[in-house]
């Protein structure tokens, strides 16, 4: 891309994992052409729909799915139904975990105990009436907040990435899920960024099993959009609870979801640009990447580590592995991370300007992945030697 002064820049921020398959994949910008030209929503369902739910199947996994604009809406909704099927009021975040702008999340642990997080804007209720916070990777906290019965549902990304990366460790996911079936509450995965980790995302690529799954940013190529399915047995819970319940406003939907241009660029993208090939070429060259992102604060010295899931790429201004929220807090670095993300800048990278994140798309070629690690052992030779 290139910037306001005229200056070519390799993008890795990639619009935060909205554009991980690119600015403007060709499939959806044929799409959109040809959408266009027929209508921009209508409200009512069309034929397109049918197409998208196999579609959606086909890559993650056997969901009843629903439309939604934004991920923060698809969580937003998933909780609704969580907590109607289950007659549970909370949901049971993990510390630095970033589900979207949704009220319910936006807790976290103090001194032990959960609270709503500072400088909310606007915020005037106790968030922790309806939810509860946990440390990632810990499996006896998870179980004590599910002990009192009052856990409607587990929402949790299977990585997380809104802080420094923490990786889960091996055995915590199935304990989530044992758990949770155990004490009675729904597994929601969130992948809205961990569809990074390959084709079906990292549910599909380490066979996790969730009661609902969520995604969005780049699903229909960047057109604001997310998809949040239920298994039939979920489903069916619903649809008895949906008949039952008073007739009225439901609170769930927008007038603007399932739009038939959300349904023309979901199907551009999960046929023609969500593919192996795609994938294959990212993770190639994101571990291309992370290798020598590696190898740069090995020569240097530098008590930092790398993390890849799939296409998406982590370097961490402190030792790893880390173990959860409160240690990814304490990672990081935030003069030298502006420092290094300035640099990179002047050098011609563009990574995440709020965490060190960067994307491999298909686009991206081997030649601006050797500039970005050009430059940061450049920058390393500044800071260290």
Request: charged share 20%; glycine share 10%.
């Amino acid at each position: 891309m290139r910037n306001i002064d005229g200056h070519e820049i390799d993008d890795f921020c990639l619009g935060d994992t909205g554009s991980m398959f690119g600015h403007s994949p060709a499939p959806v910008a044929r799409a959109i052409r040809k959408q266009a030209r027929r209508g921009l929503t209508y409200m009512l369902p069309t034929e397109a729909a049918l197409r998208a739910g196999a579609l959606l199947t086909e890559r993650f996994g056997a969901f009843k799915w629903q439309i939604a604009t934004t991920a923060t809406d698809a969580n937003r909704f998933a909780l609704r139904v969580a907590r109607a099927v289950t007659g549970k009021p909370k949901v049971l975040v993990f510390h630095g975990c970033y589900h979207g702008t949704l009220d319910d999340t936006m807790v976290e642990l103090v001194d032990g105990q959960p609270a709503n997080r500072p400088g909310l804007i606007g915020q005037v209720q106790d968030l922790t009436r309806a939810a509860t916070v946990a440390e990632f990777n810990d499996l006896a906290g998870v179980e004590a907040l599910l002990a009192t019965g009052e856990i409607a549902a587990i929402l949790t990304e299977p990585v997380m990435t809104n802080s420094c990366m923490v990786l889960p460790q091996a055995g915590f996911h199935d304990g989530l899920r044992q758990l949770s079936r155990k004490y009675g509450a729904l597994l929601i995965i969130d992948e809205t960024h961990t569809i990074s980790s390959g084709l079906g995302g990292y549910s599909r690529v380490h066979s996790l099993s969730p009661d609902m799954f969520v995604v969005g940013k780049c699903v229909a190529g960047g057109l604001p959009t997310a998809v949040w399915g239920m298994t039939e047995e979920v489903a069916a819970r619903f649809n008895t609870y949906d008949a039952a319940r008073p007739s009225g406003h439901s609170g769930m939907g927008t007038t603007l979801s399932a739009n038939p241009l959300q349904f023309a660029c979901l199907t551009a993208t999960l046929s023609e640009v969500m593919t192996p090939e795609a994938y294959a070429h990212m993770e190639k060259g994101a571990a291309r990447l992370s290798a020598g992102l590696a190898r740069a604060i090995k020569a240097h010295g530098a008590p930092w580590h790398v993390v890849r899931v799939g296409a998406r790429v982590e370097f961490i201004c402190a030792p790893g592995p880390l173990q959860n929220g409160s240690e990814a807090a304490l990672a990081h670095q935030p003069q030298v991370e502006a420092v290094l993300h300035t640099a990179l800048l002047n050098r011609g990278s563009l990574i995440a300007p709020f965490h060190n994140m960067m994307l491999v798309s298909p686009a991206t070629k081997n030649r601006q992945i050797d500039r970005l690690i050009a430059s940061f052992d450049d920058i390393l030779t500044a800071l260290f030697d």
